[in-house]
């Protein structure tokens, strides 16, 4: 996963949104996604916004919307924010519930009378 600032970019006729980075990269962000951060499409979009981005592989739809054999890769938005801030805690979320949930762990095991070692044990398995 990456974030990435989007300074552009328009909704689609389906509804979905097609963002550009600095560098001009396409980001495709579901309707859904941008609902989610609070903006719908006719709105207007006060840029930059910020987004996590992976990439994603899809297969390619024939005339009549069946997937075919053949295969795209594109950037997609996982998560939309409006402010840089609101992407930083989202992104730190998950490494700072694991970091407090170690903390609280060996607060607990020592609270228990476990020894140094034996919290390092547990550590290695939880």
Known sequence: MKTVAI?????????NFSGYNASGTRIHINGRTMESAGIKKGDAIKFPLFATVVEREFNVLDAEGNP????????????????KQALIEAVNADKLLA????????????????????????QSVA
């Open 99 to 122: 970091v407090e949930a170690e903390a609280d762990l060996k607060a607990k095991a020592t609270a228990v009378g476990l020894t140094e070692e034996a919290i390092n044990a547990l």
């Open 68 to 83: 075919t054999e053949e295969k795209f890769k594109r950037e997609q938005a996982g998560a939309v924010f409006t402010n």
């Open 7 to 15: 300074l552009s970019g328009n909704f689609t006729e389906t509804g």
